[in-house]
């Protein structure tokens, strides 16, 4: 059964139509690149599978259980997906650690010691060991970054969904926050990530996924993308073709 | 004809103003209960909530804390009931305060980024623990300041409680005058009690904002 399913998803801002019948199935270990133009409706289709913007028409089904609007359901859902930001959104009044343990205590009652323990193993896994007792102010925004990735790791999600993740960061930082996501498409996590990095989403991605105007043009894995686009759209995109 | 001496004056002042500090800490604090209960109600996603919290945010905020003054002192006397000045000086100003406390919270709470919320979501904590734990921590650094500064304002407003009787440091003022003929030095000496009272919180209020403003960047 696949991981995530997309049916005929549709999304307005009232009369705007941002997505127009989006349909996709992600299966569990893909790692998947939503790349096109800005206002395409990539951000806006990854925040629906979060259930942080509703949706009008169509469904989206994460192993069984559908995004809704009741409360409930949604918290049910999110344990199972985790979301990381543009602007990594760190809460600023908590050292990193805290960051780390606040979901796995008040979601999932682990006990202090419990979730400390994890907090650790996973501020190690992005390379962030001695940095427990920082505070976000306090590093840099590709350090902050791993940080939101541990964040999200400490709930133990099935997928990650990644806003943007690298494009507030200076040059620079980029490649510290891409060499974790390497590492988790390595060892096999669900990645779907709206993304700028054409380099990376070639070599990391299993298949990209192109959109225009609300609508899904291409999907294939990255060669057939980048040798071989079908549509002008995808051309002019990729710089193939002038605009 | 008796004669008052300065000190008569300053020493049954300094007297009626432990009343002005009295009406002044209780109103506050209940203010300040009433009004996050008023601030939650206003930001909850209820648009039945929201609704009753901003009608009584504007019924309060739109009318002269005079007029709710009397309202809360005459109006129980339709009913038979005496309520005792104090008691109506106290639910008056309270009434008063929570509202405009709700209104400079909710300030706060709307200065924290919308992303905060969302990171909170994401996570899968509820409404109520994104608010406990991410969004209230925040905006209370943010309130202090302003929040400290609004208790001058509640000070001041204790003066109008003379109105109804309630002896406190204005009404005191104005018994000595009756008795003293001398308006300027007692009146002079209400002055400076009072700014004795509100410099002090101004200028705390401002230190702090300083302090916490200098500590959030440091962040």
């Given at each position: 059964m696949s991981l995530i399913t997309l049916t005929d998803l549709h999304k307005s801002y009232g009369p705007h139509e941002v997505l127009k019948g989006i349909s996709l199935t992600i299966e569990a270990g893909e790692v998947i690149a939503l790349i096109g133009?800005?206002?395409?409706?990539k951000s806006t289709l990854l925040r629906c599978i979060n259930g942080l913007e509703p949706f009008q028409r169509g469904g989206i089904d994460i192993t069984g259980l559908p995004v809704t609007t009741n409360p409930a359901e949604l918290r049910a859902l999110r344990q199972r997906v985790g979301m990381i930001f543009q602007q990594f959104n760190?809460?600023?009044?908590?050292t990193v650690g805290r960051n780390v343990m606040l979901a796995p205590m008040v979601?999932?009652?682990?006990?202090k010691a419990h979730a400390e323990a994890t907090a650790r193993q996973m501020l190690d896994r992005v390379?962030?060991?001695?940095?427990?007792?920082?505070?976000?102010?306090?590093?840099s925004g590709g350090q902050q970054q791993r940080v939101a990735i541990a964040r999200a790791l400490a709930m133990e999600p099935l997928a990650l969904l990644c806003d943007?993740?690298?494009?507030?960061?200076?040059p620079e930082l980029v490649n510290e926050v891409l060499a974790v996501m390497r590492d988790l498409a390595r060892q096999g996590m669900t990645l779907v990530m709206v993304t700028h990095e054409m380099r990376f989403a070639r070599e990391v991605c299993h298949r990209l996924v192109f959109m225009h105007q609300g609508r899904i043009h291409e999907v294939g894995p990255p060669a057939e993308i980048f040798?071989?686009?079908?549509t002008t759209e995808l051309r002019q995109f990729i710089g193939l073709e002038p605009v | 004809m008796m004669a008052f001496s300065t000190w008569d004056i300053i020493r049954n002042l300094l007297l009626a103003t432990r009343w002005t500090i009295a009406l002044s800490l209780a109103a506050f604090i209940g203010g300040g209960l009433l009004g996050f209960l008023i601030l939650v109600l206003r930001i909850i996603p209820s648009r039945a909530a929201g609704l009753a919290a901003r009608a009584y945010i504007e019924i309060f905020q739109g009318t002269p804390l005079l007029m709710q003054l009397f309202l809360a002192f005459f109006a129980p006397a339709l009913f038979g009931m005496n309520v005792p000045a104090w008691v109506a000086a106290f639910c008056a100003l309270t009434a008063w305060s929570a509202a405009f406390l709700a209104e400079i919270w909710r300030g706060c709470v709307q200065a924290v980024p919308l992303g905060q919320w969302e990171a909170g979501a994401s996570l899968g904590l509820s409404y109520a623990a994104q608010l406990r734990h991410i969004v209230l921590p925040q905006a209370l650094r943010l309130a202090i300041a302003p929040t400290v500064g609004f208790m001058v304002q509640v000070v001041k407003g204790t003066a109008l409680t003379s109105i109804i009787g309630f002896v406190e440091l204005s009404k005191a003022g104005s018994i000595i005058t009756n008795a003293t003929f001398a308006p300027f030095t007692v009146y002079g000496c209400v002055a400076l009690i009072y700014f004795a009272l509100c410099w002090p919180i101004s200028f705390g209020s401002r230190w702090l904002e300083g302090k916490l403003n200098v500590a959030h960047h440091a962040h």
């Open positions: 133009k800005s206002g395409s409706g760190l809460f600023p009044h908590m979601v999932k009652k682990q006990s390379g962030l060991a001695g940095r427990f007792d920082s505070y976000p102010g306090q590093m943007e993740i690298t494009s507030a960061l200076d040798t071989a686009p079908k | -």
